[in-house]
């Protein structure tokens, strides 16, 4: 199990995911298609449940249409 730290922040990460998908007015659906990752995949990352790797945070980036810098980016939330 991570720290606490690595799991908020790994939250954060999936809130911000969520937030540019709707933003883009997408779809989980759509993200999965866009980015050949499972609907599940995309669904445990933006919960926090799922730890991404990089090569999948920039496949979701792809598919929504943002830099990955808009998703990973630290925010003032601890």
């Keep these: ?3 606490d730290r690595v799991r908020a922040r790994r939250l954060q990460i999936g809130v911000q995911i969520r937030a540019a ?3 883009a007015g997408l779809t ?3 993200i999965a ?3 050949g990752i499972r609907i599940t995949t995309v669904s ?14 920039i496949r979701i980036a792809d598919a929504i ?3 990955l810098e808009d ?6 939330q601890p």
């Design 1 to 3: 199990m991570p720290p």
């Design 21 to 23: 998908r709707e933003h």
């Design 28 to 30: 989980q659906e759509t």
């Design 33 to 35: 298609l866009r980015s």
């Design 44 to 57: 445990d990352i933006e919960q926090g449940h799922r730890a991404a790797q990089i090569d999948t945070l």
């Design 65 to 67: 249409g943002v830099p």
């Design 71 to 76: 998703l990973v980016r630290q925010t003032d």
